[in-house]
Nanobody, 122 residues
Framework: VQLQASGGGLVQAGGSLRLSCAASGRTFSRYVMAWFRQTPGKEREFVGYFTWSGSTGYADSVKGRFTISRDNTKNTVYLQMNGLKPEDTAVYYC?????????????????WGQGTLVTVSS
């Protein structure tokens, strides 16, 4: 499966952005989709996941502010980010895992998008 992330940009603290990740290739609906983020010099950090059965999970740092959704008819997963903080600044990556077992570990995901930069100014 190929993943294409988009929607990043510059936003002021407290603002919102919605990232999209369009998938092509194999049966999208049977994948766990996830979002990770990374800043220079740091490990890739889990943000959230959405399983094909509808379960979601989020990192504590984004819980209550970020929401993942997916539209299987459009082969797209979204990351709605509200109440953004400067510490949310990162390159955001979408990822896919071909089963219904979610994981918060980046190495569990086989497919990755190219990343989209989110910058939150204070």
């Amino acid at each position: 499966v190929q993943l294409q992330a988009s929607g990043g940009g510059l936003v002021q603290a407290g603002g919102s952005l919605r990232l999209s990740c369009a998938a092509s290739g194999r049966t999208f609906s049977r994948y766990v989709m996830a979002w990770f983020r990374q800043t220079p010099g740091k490990e890739r950090e889990f943000v959230g996941y959405f399983t094909w059965s509808g379960s979601t999970g989020y990192a504590d740092s984004v819980k209550g502010r970020f929401t993942i959704s997916r539209d299987n008819t459009k082969n797209t997963v979204y990351l709605q980010m509200n109440g953004l903080k400067p510490e949310d600044t990162a390159v955001y990556y979408c990822a896919a895992r071909m089963n219904n077992i979610p994981s918060m570990t980046s190495t569990a995901y086989s497919y990755w998008g190219q990343g989209t930069l989110v910058t939150v100014s204070s």
